[in-house]
Every structure is written in C-alpha cells, then in structure tokens.
C-alpha cells in the first residue's frame, strides 16, 4: 500500500493518495488505540492484584506492595502467602530440636507436583506458594533478578509470530509474487514492444498508471482495515464479559481453539467447600453425630486449611468442642502420606486416643478389618464421585504414637462427602 501512495503522488494522483494514506492511518490508529486500552487495563487489573507482603520496617512489622521490598528486607511468610521475591529461610530462636520444615508449592516454577520441603538455609523463589508453615526469611533478589524474571526475561525475548500475522504473510507474498509477475508483463509490453517514453506528472506516463492500478488491484487495501475492525468488534464483546485483551491477535487465535484447560475451584466452581451429611457413611459403631465429631477433633484450623474449617465448623457445638479435650500433637498432611493426624486427650477419662483423616483409601488400608470392608467402602467411594463428592476418611486408634507404632489398630469409621458446588454461571460459561 505504501508503494501505491507513492507511485499516486508520482502521478499526481492526488484522490488516490488521499485514500490509500487515510486507509494506512485508519488501520494504525484502529490498532493502536484498541491496544492502547488493553494495556491500560492490564496495569490497572494488575496493580489490584499485586502481592502484598509482611515486611519489619523500623523495626516494625508492615505490610506493603511487594514491589517496594529490597535486598535485605526481613519479611514473615506462612501459610497461603505467595512468595514475593527470592528468599532464603531463617530459623526461629525458639525452634525445637526437630525442624518443622515448611512446603513450598513451586509447580509454576519448576512443574513439581509435589509441595517441596524447604529447612532453615533453603531458598523459595519468587512467585511460589506457602502451603505449610511459617517462618521469617531474608530477600536476596527482587525483581528481574529472581528466578521467575529470569524465565520470564526469557519468554519476553522470544519473537512469537501470531497466526492471523503468518496469514497476512502468506496472502502478501502471493499478492506480491502475482503483482511482480504482472509488473514485468507490462515494463515489457510498454517499453519493449511499444517503446512508450515516460514522465512525471499528470497523464505523462501511462506506464505507471497501469502499474498504479496493477498495485492498487492486486493487493487487497481494505482487507487491514476490515481485519483491524473485525478483531477491535471481537474484543469489545470479550470485554462486555470482562475479558481484556492484550493483543489484537489474540482474538483471532481465541476463535481457533479447540481445547480449553480449566482451573475447576473458584472457576467452574464456589470454592466454598460443604458437607452433605444426609449422604455421610458411618461404621465401626459410631452415628453421624459421632463422627462429625471426631471429624471436628481432628482439625487443626490454626493453619486456616479449608477442609479442617468446614470440618470444625459443621459440628453442631463447636464452641464447646475443646472444652472436654486436649490436643497433643498433630502431623500436618503432606501430598506423600495423604493423611493427617491428631493425638487428642479425653481431659474427664484421661484416655488418649488417636484421629487419622485423609483420602479414603490411605485410612482404609490401615483398618484393621480391611478383607471385610474395603468393598463396600470402595463402592461408596465411587458412588460419591460419581455424584460430584469427594470423600474423606477417617479412623481411630487407641493410645498414643505414631500411625504405624506397635500395637496400633486403626478403627475406621467411615465416610465424610466434601461438596463444592458449582457457580451459577458454570452452565453459560
């Protein structure tokens, strides 16, 4: 197009100039401004969302933007907290002889699937997440220096071409391999067979009239315009459903796709996780009331941990639920072992007694009657999939100890279906 304007202004074709510039300029601005709005809105969603962090600043603890942290900075990271910048783990004066260690999930990092275990001296990187524990720790990298801005300096250095950009490549190289053909065709005919004299001004060279219009008509001069449009319609309605888009050529590739991989908590549903105990599963010769119970006991909701919440907080009394009892110890869950446990003390009978909750088939396994019941159980399992559910077990031992000490014998008693349902708008969606 721009070799057209300026074989037009060689000619002193002043309407096609005109027109073929103020095509050029409708499609720049088109694209600049829907761009322009994108961007905008992209820093303003992410200045809602950056992290925050716990920082001791004059020897205070406050909280503040993680982008204003430094080198050196003492921040206090726990449970849920992304972590906003290199850092590595100090220990705690009060730390008892056998470390806690906390679990650092860095599967957006280093695609472990596995939480990892991080002591006193160990490093988390920028953009992971605490899953378990608290400790302080010092910054050692912020910014385009931490492990994440390195990848992502990376990724930013590629030069990805968009689809619908190959498409518009693909189209101008025919268009210009049909025009060249047809340029050489006329220079012929006009200089070799009929010797035409050419020059500049209006109506003097009839040669680069022809090729004006064998330019203006061989490439497509509306279709960056029509496309610019189309893609700037596209974006709007995304952004009626609060979509924005970044990048014009995206909407394109949007409309191409064939599979779309959905987060399911909090996306497809409420994340607001529920007990159906009209379809609970009681044995070993509690009721559900019981078992809710126990369920309650063996919750820490310390940590705010969103199954032990809703644990806690079904049980009828719960106010009163610690007033009879007294917690010794408890082993947190970890993906590996896919239980948690409780040492619980009945204050009144000074028994002590031991609560195992985890996936059903990890407490199935220990019970001591596993041959006569693991079939029933199992189909119960699958039932509660089937339905939406996800269940939970739980078991009981008498005495203190570990899960595997001797003379343990797990008592399971039952089924617990955890229920998230779903957003109003997952059907639509």
């Known amino acids: 197009m721009e070799v057209a304007a300026i074989l037009a202004i060689i000619l002193l074709d002043y309407a096609d100039f005109a027109l073929i510039v103020g095509l050029l300029l409708l499609n720049a601005t088109i694209s600049f401004v829907e761009e322009s709005n994108a961007d905008k809105a992209i820093k303003a969603l992410a200045g809602a969302l950056a992290p925050k962090c716990k920082v001791f600043r004059d020897r205070k603890l406050k909280t503040m933007d993680a982008e204003h942290i430094v080198p050196g900075d003492i921040l206090v990271v726990r449970l849920g907290d992304i972590v906003p910048a290199d850092i590595k783990i100090l220990g705690d004066e009060d730390e008892e002889e056998e470390e806690h260690p906390m679990q650092i999930d860095q599967a957006a990092l280093t695609g472990e699937s596995l939480p990892a275990k991080k002591f006193t001296g160990d490093v988390a990187f920028s953009g992971s997440t605490v899953k378990q524990g608290e400790r302080h720790a010092v910054v050692y990298a912020t910014g385009v220096n931490t492990f994440f801005g390195r990848a992502a300096a990376l990724i930013g250095a590629t030069n990805n071409v968009a689809n619908i950009q190959k ?180 204050e009144q009978t000074g028994q002590v007694f031991r609560l195992l909750k985890g996936a059903p088939q990890v407490v199935l396994k220990r019970a001591h009657n596993f041959a006569e019941i693991h079939e029933p159980v199992e189909k119960k399992i699958i039932d509660y999939a089937n339905r939406g559910y996800r269940a939970l077990g739980f078991g009981m031992a008498e005495g203190p100890g570990s899960t595997d000490a001797p003379g343990t014998r797990w008592e399971f008693l039952g089924l617990l279906p955890l229920f998230d349902p779903p957003r109003h708008d997952t059907a639509v969606t």
């Open 167 to 346: 498409v518009m490549t693909k189209i101008g190289a025919i268009c210009l391999v049909t025009i060249g053909i047809w340029v050489v065709i006329e220079l012929g005919v006009q200089f070799g067979a009929y010797r035409h004299s050419c020059y500049t001004g209006e109506e003097e060279c009839p040669t680069l009239t022809n090729l004006l219009v064998i330019i203006v008509g061989g490439i497509p001069i509306a279709m960056p315009t029509v496309l610019s449009v189309t893609l700037a319609l596209g974006a709007y309605q995304l952004a009626k459903h609060g979509a924005i888009v970044a990048r014009m050529s995206a909407v394109e590739e949007m409309a191409g796709m064939d599979i779309l991989c959905s987060d399911k908590t909090g996306t497809l549903t409420l994340n607001k996780l529920s007990i159906d105990l009209a379809a609970s599963h009681p044995m070993g010769g509690v009721d559900v009331h019981t078992l809710v119970k126990y369920a309650a006991l063996s919750a820490d909701i310390s940590a705010e941990e969103a199954i032990d919440l809703v644990l806690h907080n079904t049980y009828p009394d719960k106010d009163n639920l610690w007033r009879g009892y007294k917690r010794l110890k408890f082993v947190p869950f970890n993906p590996v072992d896919k239980y948690t446990m409780a040492v619980i003390q009945d």
